[in-house]
């Protein structure tokens, strides 16, 4: 009588114990990920990854064999396309999913968390529905607005009237002898680079008179590494004598950056407010986050036709891994500060 072969049965019993315990690790390193933000852990995620994928697929073969698996992994090719195309028409935009990759946006989104977006059809009755506030600018305002857009490069900072070089966003706690002034962010960060401080008394930006948009600061508190201080923000935006405040209540957009701006990718920010010249809308934004909007950190306003769509489902975590398999692994900064919201 024929002896039956058992190893079959405990290889693939191995096999999928293996993977289970892949999976276990892999779960396990998104969660370290999402806490420690670290890029061993981030380059062990991918390798968890792509031995999972191998592990399935060797399994697949082994108990379907070529061909049939061959055809599964087209049919669920197929399908996340499938899936994928059906969300670009229902939500009405060409990418319906983003991962959150900066820190921009806390409390209200993390890093790592996946947002489902819807598109704008209509940009005008967006603003409208939403009641944000819209600035009308002639041609003429406009185009001065973008050929001077260097001078709305300049974010607040306190300094002391003896030392201009020595400047911070938080407000100095040794003495109360500080005074505010608007610093240019593009002069700041050439000099940052050459890493001489010195040089930042020349970044001192000139007069607001003659910009199309002014700059007003207050003073907030920012929580650093779980310590708090008093920091310097932009409290609010003069535009034609209409002063706008952040409103919480706005909706969180993305829009795609240009080559002349310094933020790269799609940016998932709140919208401020919108300038409308002629047809067209352009978009004032700013991270929850940031102690000013994004055209003072030198990103130009977003044309509406830039607007991939609004959040309208925030998932977190999920988002870890398109991060981790597009290669933003690194630890980005200001993970470990937290403004407080208006």
Not at 227 to 244: H, L
Request: charged share 10%; aromatic share 8%.
């Amino acid at each position: 009588m024929a002896q039956r072969n058992h190893a079959g049965p405990r290889n693939a019993e191995r096999s999928e114990k293996g993977l289970w315990i892949l999976y276990c690790v892999l779960l396990l390193l998104i969660i370290a990920y999402a806490l420690a933000n670290n890029i061993i852990i981030g380059l062990a995620i991918l390798i968890a990854v792509v031995a999972i994928v191998a592990l399935e697929l060797k399994a697949s073969i082994s108990s379907e064999g070529a061909r049939k698996s061959v055809i599964d992994i087209g049919v669920a090719i197929g399908a996340a396309i499938a899936v994928f195309l059906a969300l670009t028409i229902v939500l009405g935009t060409s990418a319906p999913i983003d991962a959150v990759a900066s820190c921009s946006m806390l409390p209200n989104l993390h890093r790592g968390d996946l947002v489902v977006l819807h598109g704008i059809s209509n940009f005008s009755d967006f603003v409208s529905s939403n009641n944000i506030t819209v600035i009308n600018m002639s041609a003429s305002e406009f185009s001065r607005l973008q050929n001077g857009m260097h001078n709305e490069f300049a974010s607040f900072f306190a300094y002391s009237p003896s030392n201009m070089s020595q400047i911070s966003q938080i407000v100095p706690e040794s003495s109360s002898n500080f005074k505010v002034g608007l610093y240019n962010t593009a002069c700041l960060s050439q000099y940052s680079y050459m890493g001489d401080s010195r040089l930042y008394g020349s970044c001192f930006a000139p007069d607001q008179s003659a910009n199309p948009i002014k700059y007003n600061y207050s003073i907030g508190s920012i929580e650093i590494n779980g310590t708090e201080f008093k920091s310097i923000d932009t409290g609010s935006i003069t535009i034609n004598n209409i002063t706008i405040r952040p409103n919480p209540k706005n909706p969180i957009m993305v829009y795609r950056t240009t080559p002349s701006d310094t933020f790269s990718g799609d940016i998932i920010h709140r919208l401020y407010a919108v300038i409308r010249t002629g047809n067209s809308y352009y978009t004032l934004t700013k991270g929850d986050n940031n102690q000013a909007l994004d055209i003072q950190f030198a990103n130009y306003p977003a044309n509406s036709s830039d607007v991939i769509g609004y959040v309208v489902l925030d998932i977190p975590v999920a988002g870890y891994l398109k991060l981790i398999l597009s290669g933003q692994i690194g630890s980005v900064p200001g993970c470990n500060t937290l403004l407080a919201q208006n």
